[in-house]
Nanobody
Framework: QVQLIESGGGWVQIGGSLTLSCTAS????????MGWFREAPGKDREFVAA?????????YYGDSVKGRFTISRDNAKNTVWLQMNNLKPEDTAVYYC??????????????WGQGTQVTVSS
């Protein structure tokens, strides 16, 4: 049984930083692409960032977070992180960790965490 457990969400002031983490179990972590998505009220789930599993160390980011967010992973710890800097009110959303054998930017990944709320305000 695949489980993805996120943590690290919360409230942060505009311009602040947060780091989300996601620890996976029940899958061969090093063979899965790991990604972060977010869903704001009334909006579709949006691709935020992802790492493929192929070992080329190339991260992929959604346009709205490029230059502000950084994704990283540690295969030995079965964990992926999302470092979020210079946060804006429009970053407010529930953030989800996801896993798939192949990286893609659609939201139909097979495995999802429960989500963690991030709220950015003054």
């Amino acid at each position: 049984q695949v489980q993805l457990i996120e943590s690290g969400g919360g409230w942060v002031q505009i311009g602040g930083s947060l780091t989300l983490s996601c620890t996976a179990s029940g899958l061969r972590f090093s063979r899965y692409a790991m990604g972060w998505f977010r869903e704001a009220p009334g909006k579709d789930r949006e691709f935020v960032a992802a790492f493929t599993w192929s070992g080329d160390d190339t991260p992929y980011y959604g346009d709205s977070v490029k230059g502000r967010f950084t994704i990283s992973r540690d295969n030995a710890k079965n964990t992926v992180w999302l470092q979020m800097n210079n946060l804006k009110p429009e970053d407010t959303a529930v953030y989800y960790c996801a896993a798939d054998r192949n990286l893609h930017f659609g939201s139909n990944w097979p495995y999802w965490g429960q989500g963690t709320q991030v709220t950015v305000s003054s």
